[in-house]
């Protein structure tokens, strides 16, 4: 360790052209040694594991989980048993029971695997999704007074509903009964109804707080099953076989960038293996409407092919499109919703592309992007809501800082916002501070991202309350953003070997992120900026050896502009990514970062 505990640079690089040290990911000598021991691992590999928080006697059933070694009993949930019993005791009485979903990929799974299981048990379950731009998000007691005028007897709420106390308390109020499942931030007082199954409640000790919705219903789904079996209901008939839909529970865990530890990983990694069947219509179809062929279903696939035109659906045009898409058996309905939201896609990219560029204009004109505070909030007439969030990732990723995008109603003087985080700054629990101050007319979330609804003449006041909550989190939050590299390899050795090798490790997400490998002393050849401010080059050793390599929305960065302008000495730091094109089976390196051992510092 360097002074005061920090940990040496790696290949010294103290500062990137992104302004970032780069460190190799620290790991107990004696964990590696235990890695490659018992699973006979190489050692960049067992390192790798190590690295990861990984123990050895964890190393087996992170390599390999199984559901039998990591599935939590559902009691360990707060109010789960109440939760089954109130959803079983619908089903036996014959009752109405209605489902209501967020509008995004982790609530369209969880609506979907209710749906599904409901199905599986003679009932019909309809879906209620309310309007991301009429509605807002959440449970509304407009919504619960629609649901009771459709005969609703009991309405379940998924992936939303822990913190709508007062709404939950009007559907009481009108004679609906309520069971909430969900996984946000809440109040320390629940909503007053039959059941709150939430693991990041207060006083939940079940210890899955990484769980997406869709998660929490899968146990759910298991606790029903239990409930139902005790009661007889499965006597000369089979009991639903939730495995088969853990297709979905994967979508949610990938898609609400989960944390995938544990028994979240289990769920991920077992459901990528249902997925690559592509038995779910809906995935099927959307698969093919985006042109993708069916094949072994990877992190990549939900995360960047189906999850953003799911999503589209609740960004820009029908909010219960993805849970439809999910639910649905009829193929020629999956055909249909998957060619909408497909459409959908293209033009969500065309609007967020446009707010992108206006949001960093107006910010890097201001100079708030490089101004020492610990958050950038701006904001936009008329920017759409619907892609508010994506862009507040983007920009979080251009500047390295939490990041809030708000379009602004410039007719009734609302905004809608939505904010992406840095690690080490909690921008949920810092909106939630500025909702309980009155600063906000509605705002949650959780660590990494939050939601918002602000009047425009109280934008300033929250730009000025986030800066203030959260800049005791900074230097922590910038000391942590460093490129943490697992290897050190040369061109020659960045083959489909070693990425084959390190996709031990997938599935990739928080708590367990894809394997960054650095290069040292490389050429860049062949340098191309392509549309979209990505640049693709070759990287070449001294021994001429190259891997093809690209480097996404950087063309106006420092990192960018050193690749384009071509030469050699640099140091390049990023992840293999498979490359099958035309059935060549290669790699190319995914670049995060770039370093001039010649510039100081």
């Not at 909503?191 to 000790?205: H, K, Y």
């Not at 960093?360 to 936009?380: F, K, Q």
């Amino acid at each position: 360790m360097a002074d005061g505990g920090t940990p040496p640079a790696f290949l010294g690089v103290s500062r990137s052209l992104s302004g970032r040290a780069w460190r190799q990911r620290p790991a107990d000598a004696g964990v590696v040694r235990a890695h490659m021991q018992a699973l006979g691992l190489d050692e960049p590999l067992a390192r790798a594991l190590a690295a990861r928080g990984v123990r050895a006697d964890q190393g087996a059933d992170f390599l390999a989980p199984t559901l039998k070694a990591l599935f939590p009993d559902p009691s360990s949930f707060m109010d789960m048993d109440a939760a089954a019993g109130a959803i079983v005791d619908a089903v036996q009485a014959g009752a109405s029971v209605h489902v209501f979903a967020d509008y995004d990929v982790d609530g369209a799974s969880s609506a979907a695997l209710l749906v599904r299981w409901f199905r599986a048990m003679g009932a019909e379950l309809p879906i209620y999704v309310p309007d991301r731009l009429t509605e807002g998000y959440g449970p509304s007691a407009k919504a619960f007074d629609t649901l009771k005028a459709r005969g609703a007897d009991l309405v379940i709420t998924v992936d939303c509903g822990a913190a709508a106390n007062e709404a939950v308390a009007h559907a009481c109020a009108i004679g609906l009964k309520v069971v909430v499942i969900d996984h946000h931030l809440m109040r320390e007082q629940p909503p007053e109804c039959l059941a709150v199954v939430n693991p990041n409640r207060p006083g939940c000790n079940s210890g899955q707080g990484n769980l997406a919705a869709a998660g929490v219903v899968f146990v759910l789904l298991a606790a029903l099953n239990r409930e139902a079996r005790a009661r007889g209901m499965f006597d000369g008939r089979e009991q639903p076989d939730i495995r088969r839909w853990l297709d979905l529970a994967a979508m949610g865990a990938i898609c609400d960038v989960t944390g995938l530890t544990g028994f979240n990983r289990a769920l991920t990694s077992l459901g990528l293996r249902v997925m690559s069947d592509w038995a779910n219509p809906g995935l099927r179809a959307l698969l093919a409407a985006a042109g993708a062929e069916p094949g072994p279903a990877k992190c990549n696939h939900a995360g960047f092919i189906l999850g953003p035109r799911i999503n589209a659906g609740g960004r820009i045009g029908r909010s219960d499109l993805g849970a439809r898409l999910l639910s649905t058996d009829d193929p020629e309905e999956a055909r249909a919703l998957a060619e909408e939201l497909d459409a959908l896609n293209l033009a969500r990219r065309e609007v967020e592309r446009q707010v992108t560029d206006q949001a960093v204009r107006r910010v890097e004109a201001a100079g708030a992007h490089a101004d020492g505070s610990p958050v950038v909030v701006v904001e936009g007439n008329d920017w759409h809501p619907g892609v508010v969030g994506i862009v507040a990732g983007r920009l979080r990723e251009r500047w390295r800082k939490p990041v809030v995008v708000i379009g602004v109603d410039a007719v009734n003087g609302v905004g809608k916002g939505s904010g992406r985080s840095q690690p080490g700054m909690n921008l949920g629990r810092a909106v939630q501070a500025a909702w309980e101050a009155g600063v906000l007319l509605a705002g949650g979330g959780h660590a990494m991202a939050a939601g918002l609804t602000v009047k425009s003449d109280s934008i300033a006041r929250l730009r000025d309350f986030l800066n203030e909550r959260m800049a005791g989190e900074q230097p922590a939050a910038e000391a942590l953003d460093a490129v943490e590299v697992d290897a050190l390899v040369d061109p020659r050795a960045a083959t489909r070997a070693l990425f084959e090798q390190f996709e031990q490790l997938a599935p990739f997400g928080p708590a367990n992120p894809e394997p960054m490998f650095a290069l040292e002393h490389v050429s860049v050849r062949e340098a191309t900026a392509m549309n979209g401010g990505h640049v693709r080059c070759r990287l070449a050793g001294p021994d001429g050896s190259a891997v093809k390599a690209i480097a996404w929305r950087c063309a106006d960065l420092p990192g960018g502009q050193a690749l384009l302008a071509g030469g050699g000495g640099l140091s390049v730091a990023g992840r293999l990514k498979a490359d099958d094109w035309n059935g060549r089976r290669g790699v190319q390196l995914e670049i995060e970062d770039v370093a001039d051992p010649r510039l100081a510092g």
